[in-house]
């Protein structure tokens, strides 16, 4: 039952930031960039309306993401007895992550989305302010 609630509250406060304030991934509207899973909540939706190829576009581990979710609130995190094949599969996902995430990096930033900058963010406009500093 704990289990139960655990999931229904990270689910709220998934579309709680989402869809109702608008957030998004709180790394890239902080930083500006974008991070390791841009473009996951995009191709999860664009999967659930059918559009596979958009999903793929999105980010092509969004179908891991979902299921590293389920393992984590399931079983904790941990995938096999060992403690060791647990810390391997977890560098090896991390990995695929990153690697997938500076492929996107070169092909798409900063100018095509879900890989684009935010340039509202308060990271660039602190960023700006103290370029103005030195300029004068």
Not at 21 to 32: A, K, P
Not at 47 to 56: M, S
Not at 100 to 118: E, S
Request: charged share 10%; glycine share 6%.
């Amino acid at each position: 039952m704990k289990k139960l609630v655990k999931i229904i509250g990270v689910l709220a406060l998934a579309v709680l930031l989402v869809f109702v304030l608008d957030i998004g991934c709180m790394f890239r509207s902080l930083t500006g960039f974008p991070c390791l899973g841009c473009g996951t909540t995009r191709a999860c939706l664009a999967f659930l309306q059918g559009h596979v190829v958009d999903a793929f576009y999105y980010h092509p581990l969004f179908w891991l993401s979902v299921i590293l979710i389920i393992v984590t609130l399931f079983r904790g995190g941990t995938v096999f007895r060992s403690e060791k094949a647990n810390r391997w599969f977890w560098i090896t996902i991390f990995l695929m992550y990153l690697t997938v995430y500076i492929v996107r990096m070169v092909l798409l930033f900063p100018d095509v989305p879900p890989m684009d900058y935010n340039y509202g963010a308060p990271l660039y406009r602190v960023y700006q302010w103290l370029a103005s500093l030195f300029a004068n």
